[in-house]
């Protein structure tokens, strides 16, 4: 849908607001991460297996060893994000 600008021009009107991502966008965003997000968990819970049957680790202490880095990226990447949407805005937006 189109509609008319004060000097002629067309504008898209599709309900989104300037800046705001579109749906397509979040999608090719979340298809990616949905690929990465296997790359980074497969290798942890081979690593479970391999350190339980191969090596002969007791199996708490693998539990810990494959966890708490886990854990740790959990509470670390929230914060980090929001530090850098704190530091976008005096250098500008990563996106445009």
Do not use: W
């Amino acid at each position: 849908m189109t509609t008319t600008r004060a000097h002629g021009e067309a504008a898209r009107d599709d309900g989104r607001s300037a800046g705001r991502p579109s749906g397509r966008m979040l999608a090719s965003y979340a298809a990616g991460s949905v690929g990465t997000g296997a790359f980074s968990t497969l290798p942890g819970l081979v690593l479970a297996y391999y350190l339980t049957d191969s090596i002969g680790v007791a199996a708490a202490v693998a539990t810990v060893l494959v966890l708490v880095p886990k854990v740790i990226d959990v509470l670390a990447y929230p914060l980090i994000g929001a530090l850098s949407d704190r530091a976008s805005h005096r250098t500008g937006y990563r996106t445009g």
